[in-house]
């Protein structure tokens, strides 16, 4: 008998959504609903200086808009399902890998981590050198006179290796490739690496649909659902929706968000349409509802390659 597919949406409400957004979430609720499965909206509201309420509300508001629905979670599920409400479970499974000895005090600043010498991810954000790895006891009580500590996880040095639903075959050595990935910040924000790992196993998600940009975390989220005895969700990484310059479509792409979409008097199914046809899904562009692309929808039919938008 197969598992039931249990997808989600996990929008960071510091803004309004965008375009790229919207294409993820579109992509998540169809591969659900295509194989009769569920979704789980969940607001990864974290960092507090970023995320706000108000935005949340937007967000499930632009979703209805589009005619993205949810089974489980969001406002009507209460406050659990907002991740600032979550820090104690967060804390609970951080104290479990201290237990193994895989947690260490990070002093360096963002300076120190920024450095020229510092080796680069593939994204261009350093990988982290190790340097407070092998602090003694000494020295970090010490250094922690004079700083408070952000928290990392000491990774093996060994590959990770999964199969992407979209991408394929996807490997990297684990050390060399990641490094050690911080996992509660000098403010004591629990970060976003053990709050998704831990979220999705909880909440039973068993398919993570996102954009590619969250391809190079997977490995370290893989490694921690091992080291915290959860099972591995399935991951599809899908396209981004770029701007003419290569970037990736953010928030300064101020007409690409659902607020400048909506009060340009667009039907949220032309909307739909626009992006059903940019996955590959349609051969044209033209008005679609959700519900009408779920009997079309094959991951077969999707594209790989980010797509360009303006
Ligand atoms: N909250 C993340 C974001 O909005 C997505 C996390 C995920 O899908 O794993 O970028």
């Known amino acids: 008998m197969s598992t039931k597919i249990t997808g989600r949406f996990a929008p960071s409400p510091s803004g309004r959504m965008h375009l790229g957004n919207a294409f993820s979430c579109l992509l998540a609720w169809l591969s659900a609903r295509s194989a009769g499965g569920r979704i789980i909206l969940r607001h990864e509201d974290l960092d507090p200086a970023r995320c706000r309420r108000e935005y949340a ?166 490694w921690l659902q091992e080291e915290l005895g959860f099972s591995h969700p399935a991951y599809v990484h899908v396209p981004l929706l770029l701007s003419g310059d290569g970037k990736r479509l953010s928030k300064r792409d101020g007409d690409m968000d659902l607020g400048a979409v909506r009060a340009s008097g667009v039907s949220p199914q032309s909307v739909i349409g626009r992006l059903a046809f940019f996955a590959g899904l349609i051969d044209r562009d033209e008005p679609v509802s959700p519900t009408e692309l779920i009997p079309l929808f094959d991951w077969g039919k999707v594209r790989k390659e980010d797509i360009v938008v303006k």
């Open 57 to 222: 509300d937007r967000i499930e508001d632009d979703l209805r808009w589009l005619g993205l629905d949810w089974d489980e979670g969001g406002s009507e599920g209460g406050e659990s399902y907002y991740q600032s409400n979550r820090r104690a479970l967060y804390e609970q499974y951080l104290e479990v890998l201290r237990e193994k000895g895989l947690i260490y005090p990070c002093f360096c600043t963002r300076a120190d981590l920024h450095a020229a010498s510092a080796p680069h991810a593939s994204d261009g954000t350093p990988i982290y050198s190790g340097a407070c790895r092998s602090l003694s006891p000494g020295q970090q009580r010490e250094r922690a006179k004079h700083r408070a500590p952000a928290l990392r996880a000491r990774v093996p040095d060994r590959e990770m290796h999964f199969i992407d639903g979209l991408q394929g075959p996807y490997s990297v050595e684990l050390a060399r490739d990641c490094g050690d990935p911080i996992l509660r910040r000098s403010d004591g924000v629990h970060a976003y690496q053990l709050a998704v790992v831990v979220d999705d196993a909880l909440m039973g998600v068993n398919q993570v649909v996102r954009g590619r940009d969250l391809l190079s975390s997977t490995p370290w989220q893989l």
